[in-house]
């Protein structure tokens, strides 16, 4: 993947200079895509690649640990944020083994993001799970 392209399998690609500033920051606010809440304003996340499965989107009271497989998605594109304050509008599942799941609090659809509770400052925002206005 090119450095300066993000691919949304909704979306197509994006140039990702018109989403990270020169010191890897978001330039646009960050969005609920179903509801349009703000989730963050520009410049609270740092831009960060790391391999994490989010669960397919949906209902929160749908999103907990189940027999057998899970759908989803592999992600690799997010915004990193160290500070659980830093959201204008998020809110958590219960846990799920070690991991809670970023989803938005106002329509509860999710996840939008990941947070394992072994590390207490880092909260992912998957690209491909949100608008940018």
């Known amino acids: 993947m090119d450095n300066q392209e993000h691919c949304s399998p909704s979306e197509g690609c994006v140039d990702r200079s ?3 500033s020169g010191v890897g920051k978001n ?10 809440s703000k989730v963050l304003c520009p410049g609270m996340a740092v ?19 189940s027999e057998g497989s ?17 959201f204008e509008n998020v809110g958590f599942t219960k846990d799920v083994g070690r991991i809670k799941y970023l989803i938005c609090a106002d329509c509860e ?7 394992c509770l072994d590390d207490k400052k880092s909260f992912y925002v998957a690209l491909e799970r949100v608008n940018h206005a």
């Open 109 to 115: 659809i999710g996840p939008i993001g990941w947070h």
């Open 47 to 65: 831009f960060a690649e790391k391999e994490l499965f989010l669960p397919s989107m949906r209902k929160k009271t749908t999103i907990t640990q």
């Open 18 to 20: 018109t989403l990270v």
């Open 27 to 36: 330039i646009k606010s960050i969005l609920c895509q179903r509801c349009g």
């Open 70 to 86: 899970v759908d989803g998605d592999t992600l690799t594109t997010h915004w990193l944020v160290d500070d659980m304050y830093t």
